[in-house]
């Protein structure tokens, strides 16, 4: 995860841990102990607190000046993916139960679970905290209503979702699945708009604040920025290993 000013960095490793980085300087700023894998990372838009999920099943909030373990929340298998809303009061977790799970950050209370039948790889929440998107293992993407846990819609990918994104307007929705496609969606119908070829599998996704640029992260070691009208690869990186994450600043810059 990358903060919104673009000068800290969260990651979250196999090694349990949960590491802020100085964008800048890349030194380690701080460390905080998981007890087990950690698969998914969100830090919130004010850059105050960092939320994991990880294979232990737990879903925890932390204070990311201090690295204070704030509160944690127990999911029904291992978490694969959180998402934070704009406004830092609700999380939604997805994770190997099939379940889609929507949390109070103040209390911690369980707010609605949605079941979705297939192992949930990746979720996303809506700026204003109303919709939720997530990617499953049997090759959908679906919408649902957060206040009433209601699916909205559902749209079919070519092979499992690994990884979900919806942009600031909640208009766009962009997926990357496991047969190494990006896909761009119409929120509203559910259409296919776009429809990019990378080369492996594309384990994560990510929308620039105004919506214009998407960043997707794959198999092949490749790091693709993308322009949202179009779906013209406007650049690619080569990493040395498969990429699993990927985030942008709000400027869209780094």
Known sequence: ALSSDGTTIVSGDDSSKVTLWDAATGEKRREMECGDWVNSVVLSSDGTTIVSGNSSKKVTLWDAATGKKRREMECGD??????????????????????????????????????CGFTVLGVALSSDGSTIVSGDASNKVTLWDAASGEKRREMLCGDKVLSVALSSDSTTIVSGDASNKVTFWNAASGEKRREMQCGGEVRSVAFSSDGSTIVSGDESKKVTLWGDVTGEKRREMQGGGSVFSVALASDGAT
């Open 78 to 115: 291992s978490v694969s993916s959180v998402a934070l809303s704009s406004d830092g009061t609700t999380i939604v977790s997805g994770d190997y139960s099939n379940n889609v799970t929507l949390w109070d950050v103040a209390t911690g209370e369980m707010l609605q679970e949605m079941e």
